[in-house]
């Protein structure tokens, strides 16, 4: 079946510094990613979606300049979470949509997650 | 906007029994409903899938049906495991913007089977 990674899948950083999150689909073409946040005992929550070749859409009240997201190629994604304070140490999960114009089954396949931890 | 609910939050039973899970969802215009699996601290295992125009999905001990009309949603466990043990995650995708969908999660339903 279709798989996606993430990597790192644990990262731990000081107040302040940049954290790059990569979620690749492995075994298809994905026009369609996106990213979710997950708080300890809580639900996910959609933060953004990214479509290859264009800009995110960003959910309402996540911050454009503080998680930046990339989707420059069909297989992979990216997420950045710059200057990161200790309130954005969470799990985050991506998940990417196989793109039904390549035969693909327009199904999304979720990731592993990534937990940040920012000290 | 579409909200899920998933009632109970938490759930114990001893090991087999047979068990529901239910799932509740505002948004009629649904293209799916998923149940997800979640161990703690790991990412979401797709357990079944439900397009709108089925009634209902079965995977070895797991049924999940689907009601567009009422807006719900059940994860019928049969002769439950202590493996089971899990949070259970239903999401329903709908329409977001043009031609674009997105999933909404529930909480999700915390189950504790015990042996």
């Known amino acids: 079946g279709a798989v996606v990674s993430q990597h790192p899948s644990w990262v731990i950083c000081k107040s302040g510094t940049s954290v790059k999150i990569e979620c690749r689909s492995l075994?298809?073409?994905?026009?369609?990613m996106f990213w979710y946040r997950q708080f300890p005992k809580q639900s996910l929550m959609l933060m953004a979606t990214s479509n290859e070749g264009s800009k995110a859409t960003y959910e309402q009240g996540v911050e454009k300049d503080k998680f930046l997201i990339n989707h420059a190629s069909l297989t992979l994604s990216t997420l950045t979470v710059t200057s990161a304070h200790p309130e954005d140490s969470s799990f985050y999960i991506c998940s990417a949509r196989e793109d039904p114009r390549t035969g693909g089954t327009d199904t999304q396949y979720f990731g592993p997650g990534t937990r940040l931890t920012v000290l | 906007k579409q909200e899920v609910t998933q009632i109970p939050a938490a759930l114990s039973v001893p090991e087999g029994e047979n068990l529901v899970l239910n799932c509740s969802f505002t948004?009629?215009?649904?293209?799916?409903l998923q149940w997800f699996r979640q161990d703690p601290g790991k990412g979401l295992t797709s357990l079944l899938l439900i397009q709108s125009s089925q009634r209902e999905q079965t995977s070895g001990r797991l049924n999940a049906s689907l009601d567009k009309s009422s807006g719900r949603s059940t994860l019928y466990i049969a002769a439950s495991q202590p493996g089971d043990s899990a949070t259970y995650l239903c999401?329903?995708?709908?329409?977001?913007?043009?031609?674009?969908?997105?999933?909404?999660f529930g909480s999700g339903t915390q189950l504790t089977v015990l042996p």
């Open positions: 999401a329903e995708e709908c329409p977001y913007s043009g031609s674009a969908r997105q999933l909404t």
């Open positions: 075994d298809f073409q994905a026009t369609t």
């Open positions: 948004d009629s215009a649904i293209y799916n």
